[in-house]
């Protein structure tokens, strides 16, 4: 079995070249067949964990979230990332004795992005989100574990698509420690090129949640990383309420029809 310092290494050799996709599996299960499908590193996803409890996306306390991602991590046989959301603080400090908690967990990476959840004033001041990314990295210098540190901007998330302020968060996260760069929802070449341009050489994390690219023409652009979030497991949902809406609705079965043999997935693996 790998120990974290393989998988932490494994990690780090993953974004040194060429572009791979990290999808976001949301429980054991999801988690074994992602990384038997051959993916070379996971992520877990904030909204398919929440999902999974009844809650919606940013409902999940600390201690909730550290027990997912021990789960996820354990589970895996590749590297994992964890989408540590905004390191459930607000203060630098605490940011910092947090990520330490989930270094410990066993991931081979961290994300820490800057949205406060509140929609009034949904961006952390750039001076404060600079300095919980600065303190994210000392934490995990301080723990000796080499954990690779994705800093994200989420502007285009909240409702704040400024793409000139997105980079220079970035690009602010990158010197301040972060190993690599990540701004959901940019969807256009010149938005990814522009941030890729920005960060260089350092890599970046793109999310694709809509058929607007591919993963070669990401890699084509520079494209480092590709994740998915919780659209994989919004697929999963989509196919579960479709087939329950029907029978709800219409007494028919017709969505239990071409489906997959998910016990055969499974069976083989030792108990």
Request: hydrophobic share 45%; charged share 20%; glycine share 8%.
């Amino acid at each position: 079995m790998s120990t974290q310092h393989d998988l932490v290494a494994e990690f780090h050799r993953l974004h040194s070249e060429g572009c791979f996709v990290m999808p976001n599996p949301w429980d054991i299960g999801s988690t074994v067949a992602l990384a038997d499908l051959g993916f070379p590193a996971l992520a877990t996803t904030s909204a398919g964990s929440a999902w999974t409890m009844g809650r919606s996306d940013n409902q999940l306390v600390l201690d909730q979230v550290l027990a997912h991602i021990r789960t996820i991590a354990e589970a895996s046989s590749v590297p994992v990332n964890a989408d540590f959301e905004g390191g459930y603080a607000d203060e630098p400090e605490k940011v910092a004795e947090h990520v330490k908690l989930a270094v410990a967990t066993g991931i081979a990476g961290l994300s820490i992005e800057d949205s406060t959840g509140d929609s009034r004033n949904p961006l952390y001041g750039f001076e404060q989100a600079v300095e919980r990314v600065r303190a994210a990295r000392q934490a995990i210098d301080e723990t000796g574990s080499g954990v690779l540190l994705t800093g994200r901007s989420e502007g285009f998330v909240v409702g704040r698509p400024d793409i000139e302020e997105t980079i220079r968060r970035l690009a602010a996260y990158a010197a301040a420690g972060a190993d690599c760069l990540y701004a959901p929802r940019i969807s256009t070449v010149e938005q990814i090129s522009a941030v890729i341009a920005a960060v260089s050489p350092k890599p970046v994390n793109l999310l694709v949640n809509a058929p607007f690219i591919t993963v070669d023409e990401a890699a084509s652009l520079g494209v480092r990383r590709i994740s998915v979030g919780g659209t994989l497991a919004r697929t999963a949902w989509a196919g579960l309420l479709q087939a329950a809406r029907e029978i709800a609705e219409q007494g028919t079965f017709n969505s239990f029809q071409g489906l997959p043999n998910v016990d055969a997935l499974f069976q083989d693996r030792p108990l």
